[in-house]
């Protein structure tokens, strides 16, 4: 009896250790999914914070080309007569030569003028371009166009930007890139209403003007080079 009495509580005491070392098993498993739980809970709040805070970035950072963008969907132009009183001011051209506006631009043939700015990645190569290809349009009858632009970004459009710009474009003889004093800049904007603040805002305008009459067309939206030959044909050739 005494022997069975002994086997009983060995077996009770093992019973009581193995109830123990279940619940301490059970413990640290439990703990160690807690922990990865918790560790994971924090990474996805973390990456949905900072997606989110990136989202809200992005929607605060305005589009700086926005209205250059807005102009080049627009797939149709309009041509309205105007009067402008050209200001007394001497700019400067891409060789660095001072030269009066109003003698570059009150001459015995045909004048089409537009107004870039070289670091532009939008508007201006397009309406550059289009210069580039009216001429082209116009064959012989092209070389009678005195061709200007004039950049509203003069204190980074010098003289040697302006030069290096015009011979990406192959520019050649009888097209003129000018850039000045930005009050001067300014004050030839306002005169011919092409004013718009921010170099960024600026609109697609292209001004022509036949020897032998005093109104300009003026030109808004993004016209191809071939229907500008066709108004310089037209308004100005005949």
């Excluded at 009581?16 to 560790?39: G, Q």
């Amino acid at each position: 009896h005494g022997g069975q009495r002994t086997k009983q509580s060995a077996n009770r005491q093992f019973s009581i250790y193995n109830a123990r070392d279940s619940r301490r098993r059970f413990l640290i498993v439990n703990t160690r999914y807690v922990i990865v739980s918790l560790v994971l809970l924090f990474a996805f709040a973390s990456a949905s914070s900072d997606e989110h805070a990136a989202h809200q970035q992005d929607e605060a950072v305005p589009d700086k080309h926005a209205a250059h963008r807005a102009a080049m969907k627009k797939t149709s132009y309009a041509a309205t007569t105007e009067n402008y009183a050209i200001p007394d001011v001497d700019l400067l051209d891409q060789m660095g030569e001072s030269i009066s506006l109003r003698s570059l631009l009150e001459v015995e043939q045909p004048v089409a003028l537009n107004f870039i700015f070289t670091t532009c990645t939008t508007i201006c190569p397009v309406m550059t371009a289009t210069f580039a290809q009216m001429r082209q349009e116009l064959g012989d009858a092209g070389n009678q166009l005195r061709l200007v632009s004039i950049s509203i970004d003069p204190e980074y459009d010098r003289p040697d930007k302006l030069k290096a710009y015009s011979e990406q474009f192959r520019a050649g003889e009888g097209w003129e890139f000018l850039t000045g004093d930005s009050a001067d800049i300014v004050l030839v904007l306002k005169s011919f209403d092409s004013y718009a603040g921010s170099k960024m805002n600026h609109q697609p305008i292209t001004l022509l003007k036949s020897p032998d009459n005093a109104s300009w067309t003026r030109i808004e939206g993004l016209a191809s080079g071939k229907d500008l030959a066709n108004e310089v044909t037209a308004r100005l050739l005949n």
